[in-house]
């Protein structure tokens, strides 16, 4: 196929998470969803969707798409694409190996996987060697900072049918929250590297006592692999990471050192990327825990790859939006999701909310 058309559309749509924005998940105050959707169109008329990490770097992901990676995939004719989209990285590794360059990239390699399960008229999932039809997915609060908003916004999550749930505190006080308000299934924290070593070999007893299903980049750098190792051969406690690591390469030392790798469809380099650390994973016996925080086509790959994959979660951002970008977009009943119809990713905008909420850059 030849990619004749190209086009990058930023979105940004506010939402509600029952008071906890700004507590400290993203460098700034964080209530809207920061989307850059791509538009590429082969020359046989097909259309592919992919979405480029962009929460608190939009502008940026949207010029490095627009001045390096595009110039590379207009009137390119793509037969393997993860030969071509690996092709990029090798082109634009002096701009960066992972972060910017990386999610750019990684939204096109969406859209071309899209593309090419579309001319099959398959999904996604099919194409890939389906396992589920249905796969859980656990509620992925925001944080909250506070014991009494985190306890009732758990036990709100079980309350709508969640096995699983996952906090984002970093204090004692406020996991034991979470745990109260979610007493009986899986709970885990995402500490976002918040803790020292210290407080780390303080804390990790604590969330063993509590039986916490994984404890998420618990410690700075969140790729230090040996330390990673090290505390969880030490404690017992799960560990996960890898939502911030790009490409295949780093997980290669994260699989071996983590119960649950974490890559990130719309940061690690897109679908290609994700089946090679699902790969890895799957050879050492390890099921990956996709990160998906995201409500354009990167919630509708990570949809597909979970459908192609025989285990795993799904994470769903327990928030409520002012749009979604598509109608038909799969939510979670009763704690699970549905694999999307239609073929491709199943994913077809709502161009009227598209334009709602279209922004400059």
Known sequence: MR???????????PFSDGGGAGAGLMP?????????LLRLEADDGTVG?????????????LAALRDMVLPLVIGAEVEDIPAFTRGLQRKLHIQGRAGITLFAISG????????????KGLRLADLLGCKRERFPAYASLVRYGEPGMVEARARMAVDQGYGAV???????????????????VKLTTDVNCNWSAEEARAL??????????????PV????DAPALAALEAEFGVPLASGENAGAEQPFREIVKAVTFPQPSVTKVGGVTEFRAVAALAAAAGKAVMPHCPYFGPGYW?????????EAGMFEFLHIEAEAWLSPAMPMPEGGEIALPEGTGLGFSPDMDVVERFRVSG
């Not at 700034?28 to 850059?36: G, Q, R, Y």
């Not at 096109?108 to 001319?119: H, P």
């Not at 004692?172 to 109260?180: D, F, K, M, Q």
């Open 28 to 36: 700034t105050t964080w209530n809207t969803l920061e989307i850059v």
């Open 108 to 119: 096109v390699d969406i859209a071309l996987w899209d593309i090419a399960a579309k001319r």
């Open 204 to 217: 990790l007893p604590e969330m063993k006592a509590m039986d916490l299903y994984w404890v998420e980049e």
């Open 166 to 184: 996952k906090l984002h505190e970093i204090t004692l006080p406020n996991i034991e929250a979470g745990r109260r308000g979610a007493p009986a």
């Open 3 to 13: 990619i004749v058309k190209a086009e990058a559309l930023p979105i940004v749509i």
């Open 301 to 309: 790959a990570s949809a597909q790859l979970m459908g192609a994959a």
């Open 220 to 223: 700075w750098p969140p790729d």
């Open 49 to 61: 969707w992919g979405e480029a990490f962009a929460y608190s770097c939009r502008s940026a992901t």
